[in-house]
């Protein structure tokens, strides 16, 4: 009977704290966040190692969550920025639960022809292993949006349209999401960057659109356009 | 005691010493064979070049006799490419024993295998000044020059070895792609891909193989990521880098 109890207790306990799933992961991101702010000579440097790792994890967590068949039922044979949504409210939604544990909300906006503007928002309250305290000027944020981007371009490879399409996301100015855009690749580099800035004039103050590009060659054999 | 200031190149047979007096002193008709005993060159301003035969029974001879030569510089000329135990003989260090300033010079530096390192190692153990050189390509032999003749030594002369470059993993974690137990038809993949999937061997990292295909990481990632969506891989073991 008291093993009966216990079990219940346990239970219910469950509904108001995090489990382990949530605080061995915290426990590690923490170790790791605090590890790269040491050892960074700024915090800006900092945040940018975290989006760089950030796009690393999200290209394996890709590759080992999705299925390349299920993607592929969602995603538009051609730019559509309505059928587009609709993936991203499926595999972003599904992505982000996968990853932080919880539902984003997320709203979609045509910019340009082809493409279109993103913003996913956690839903407050919610436990997730980057809910963390950081020391001043440290944005864990910059993990999630590197983490969005490496999925993404992932995503992209696996539909076979890594040359069709780019991606890159970064945190909101709210602090409580990310920002970013599905875009072809017939838009030129230029455009697509004046989009991100007239969206957020800080979207590439700490990871320029040059060090998406380093990244997404050194870590995922993707070439992305420079800017001219 | 000699009328001349010697110059003295002693060493194994074979090590280039004819070679090396013919590059530093091209003025001078050198014979390429070994010689009986030794042979004087004559250079201007009263030195003389002595070539000291390699074989064991003419140094023995020749040290009975040494005492008497006015040496003033001292070169012991050896095959980097060789091992070094040949150069260590006692004999050889002998001759040079009482020169004014004495060297080791390592010739063939530009052949695989030269063991710079060790040798300049041993000289400084015994004291010795160090040279590099290759009489093939010139590497070195102006510095030696300059050294025999004014005593200065002011540029390095040891090439240093270049370690091939080895690609360091961009992250400190890396992924080791395991293959899937059951694969589909191989006859759809590239030869790339075909060779980056037998590498694969369920603990080979993403870096170890770019380093064993010479690729890059992102190369091997973009590959990965293929063959894994392709159902040719089960999964990516996390493994510190």
Sequence with gaps: MSAEIARFLLRFQKMFQPTVHVLVPQVLFT??????????????????????????????????????????????????????????????????????GHLPKISTEKKLEKVLWIELREISGKESFYKIEVPEGINVW?????????????????????ENYLSMWRPLESGDGIEGYY???????????????????????????????????QLLGLKIPLLK | ?????????????????????????????????????????????????????????????IMAAIAKWNI???LLVVDSSRPLEGVAEPR????????????????????????????????LEKGLEFFGVSTKTGVGIEELKKWITTGEKTVKTIPTPVPPPVPKPPLPIDLVPVVAKKT????????????????CDGKRSINEIAMKTGKSYGEIKKIVDKLMSLGYLETLKPKIA
């Design chain 2, 72 to 74: 003033n510089v001292g």
């Design chain 1, 31 to 100: 170790y790791m966040v605090s590890d790269i702010s040491q050892k960074s000579p700024s915090p800006s440097l900092a945040n940018k190692e975290l989006f760089r790792i950030g796009v690393w994890s999200g290209s394996i967590a890709m590759l080992k969550l999705a299925k390349p068949g299920d993607l592929a039922s969602f995603w538009p044979k051609s730019f559509d920025a309505e059928k587009l949504s609709n993936f991203v409210r499926i595999f972003g939604s599904a992505a982000w639960y996968l990853i932080t």
């Design chain 2, 92 to 123: 050889f260090l002998a001759v040079i024993e009482r020169a004014e300033k004495k060297a080791l010079v390592a010739n063939k530096v530009d052949e695989q295998g030269s063991q710079v390192a060790e040798l300049e190692k041993f000289a």
């Design chain 1, 142 to 162: 910059f993990f999630l949006a590197g983490a969005y981007e490496g999925a993404t371009l992932t995503a992209f490879r696996m539909l076979g349209e890594e």
């Design chain 2, 184 to 199: 589909p038809d191989k006859s759809r993949l590239t030869q790339e891909e075909l060779e980056v999937l037998e590498l």
């Design chain 1, 183 to 217: 875009a072809s690749r017939e838009i030129n580099a230029n455009d697509i960057a004046r989009i991100c800035i007239n969206s957020n004039v800080d979207f590439f103050n700490i990871v320029s659109w040059e060090d998406s590009s380093l990244f997404a060659e």
């Design chain 2, 1 to 61: 005691m000699s009328l001349y200031k010697l110059i003295v190149f002693t060493g194994p047979k074979g090590a280039g010493k004819s070679s090396l007096i013919k590059s530093l002193f091209p003025e001078l008709d050198v014979r390429f064979e070994e010689p009986s005993y030794y042979r004087d060159y004559m250079l201007a301003g009263g030195l003389a070049v002595r070539e000291v035969a390699g074989r064991r029974d003419a140094i023995e001879v």
